[in-house]
């Protein structure tokens, strides 16, 4: 099982980043995928989340507008559209997937917003 973010880099406040998260190793269409942010001394928090067919997508309150969660099963690969960032959006943006009591994670991709 292998799950690698890329993506991630130095933006301005205002701009946008698309991240990617390629899959492999387990049946990708059923899974959940989700993605989580941790900031340098905080908790863990969850992004976003869209569920195998991508009938259900769920964002946290504020990222609600400003990011996009998508996926291509055929490609085995999830994405966060991230707009208008805000330099408290920075932290190591991580992919996860998971169905019952399995739960994948990938490495993580860092996001800095910044002037």
């Known amino acids: 099982v292998q799950l690698v973010e890329s993506g991630g880099g130095l933006v301005q406040p205002g701009g946008s980043l698309r991240l990617s998260c390629a899959a492999s190793?387990?049946?990708?269409?059923?899974?959940?995928m989700r993605w989580f942010r941790q900031a340098p001394g905080k908790e863990r928090e969850l992004v976003a989340h869209?569920?195998?067919?991508?009938?259900?997508?769920h964002y946290a309150d504020s990222m609600k507008g400003r990011f996009t969660i998508s996926r291509d099963n055929p490609k085995k690969a999830v994405y966060l559209q991230m707009n208008n960032l805000k330099p408290e959006d920075t932290a190591m943006y991580c992919c996860?997937?998971?169905?019952?009591?399995?739960?994948?994670w990938g490495q993580g991709t860092q996001v800095t917003v910044s002037a």
């Open positions: 996860n997937a998971w169905r019952l009591k399995n739960d994948f």
């Open positions: 190793g387990f049946a990708f269409s059923i899974y959940v």
């Open positions: 869209i569920v195998g067919d991508s009938s259900e997508t």
